[in-house]
């Protein structure tokens, strides 16, 4: 009967000792704020950030203050630890953006705009990039205008890509029909290959993908984006309203990163170079070759969205029927985030935090 009675108390003891240290440690906030994504890079060591968010891009030069900022929120006093998730390609991006296992990532600006369109509550935030996309062609290849490519294959990243509208306003202008080029959309790590093997004949991308067909003397520059459209954009720092309406000061925090990331790069191309590889999983000497060129072939200033840039873009996407009938601005872009003072991120690139293979 002793022993009996005494089952209930000693009960009651371990389930007090239990929620004691429930209320304590607070696992179920350490596992929204510590825990990594799958595929994020790396994690810590700033131990005085009390929050983290993981941020997604692709390994083009277009999204290069992403990993950028992860490297300056881990090796500097920041309030939020920023975690890069890769991904390759803009449909995977996609899908986790909608089942929010992101709810901030970079991306192509006409994407977002259908996305918008479609009743997904994104805004763009900040812009990623200024011009830094060229047309590839074959090395060999002798044509000097896309007049001189009809009947070829070229390859895009997606339908909802700048490069897709600019593509065709340049086929218009040089008299061509839209099916005059066959256009295909592949990842942009599958570019340079593809062409190389003769899949393709060209295509039109976001750097690093240009340079490494012009290293490997495989492909040659038919344009520059920035010679047919100056300031060329091509993707957004693109967030999810629920982020926005829930951790505002998060936001604020990965804008603000974003923009003192850019300011730093555009002056420390070689360090940039250097830090951004890891994340890219690519040669740095590539990335070398892009961020150190003059003049410049891709720029991270003046990256506040405007209604007039985005408009034009969201324009252009209706009229090719790449969007239905396109979005209002004011639906789209959150400008709330933007510091009024943006200054230079102060980045050590010795400092190298511990990062994953780059296999």
């Known amino acids: 009967m002793a022993k009996s009675s005494s089952a209930p108390i000693i009960a009651g003891v371990v389930v007090a000792v239990v929620a004691l240290g429930l209320l304590r440690y607070h696992p179920w906030t350490q596992t929204a704020k510590t825990q990594p994504a799958a595929g ?18 692709l390994p083009v030069t277009c999204h290069l203050t992403c990993p950028v900022t992860d490297f300056a929120s881990h090796t ?7 975690d890069s998730q890769r991904f390759t390609d803009f449909p995977t991006v996609v899908d986790a953006l909608k089942s929010k296992q992101i709810q ?4 192509i600006v006409p994407l977002a705009m ?4 479609e009743g997904v509550p994104v805004k763009i935030c900040y812009l990623g990039h200024r011009d830094g996309s060229e047309i590839i062609v074959a090395k060999n290849s002798v044509g000097t205008s896309l007049r001189d490519f009809k009947g070829k294959t070229f390859a895009l990243p997606s339908p909802y890509c700048n490069q897709n509208l600019v593509i065709h306003k340049l086929m218009e202008q040089q008299g061509m029909k839209p099916d005059d080029i066959k256009f295909i959309y592949i990842p942009p790590p599958d570019m340079p290959t593809d062409l190389s093997t003769g ?11 240009c340079a490494k067909a012009e290293v490997d003397k495989t492909g040659r520059v038919l344009y520059y984006a920035k010679d047919i459209w100056p300031n060329f954009i091509s993707c957004g720092l ?3 309203e629920d982020l926005i309406k829930s951790r505002p000061d998060v936001v604020k925090d990965l804008v603000r990163g974003i923009a003192q990331s850019g300011l730093w790069a555009d002056t ?8 951004a590889a890891p994340y890219f999983r690519q040669d740095p000497k ?31 996407a209706v009229q090719m029927h790449v969007l239905k009938r396109g979005v209002a601005m004011k639906d789209l872009i959150d400008r709330d985030f933007i510091p009024v003072d943006i200054k230079a991120v102060n980045i050590d690139p010795n400092a190298t935090p511990k990062v994953a293979s780059a296999n």
């Open 40 to 57: 994020t890079i790396h994690t810590g060591p700033n131990a005085t950030a009390h929050d983290s968010l993981t941020v997604g891009f």
């Open 76 to 82: 500097t006093t920041t309030g939020t630890n920023f």
């Open 104 to 107: 901030a990532t970079f991306m």
């Open 114 to 117: 259908k996305l918008r369109e």
């Open 199 to 209: 899949q393709i004949d060209g295509y039109f991308v976001g750097e690093p993908f």
């Open 238 to 240: 693109v967030v999810h």
């Open 268 to 275: 420390h191309g070689a360090e940039a170079a250097k830090i």
């Open 286 to 316: 590539l990335l070398n070759f892009v961020l150190t060129q003059q003049p410049r072939i891709v720029k991270y200033e003046d990256l506040t969205p405007t209604d007039a840039d985005l408009q034009k873009i969201n324009d252009m």
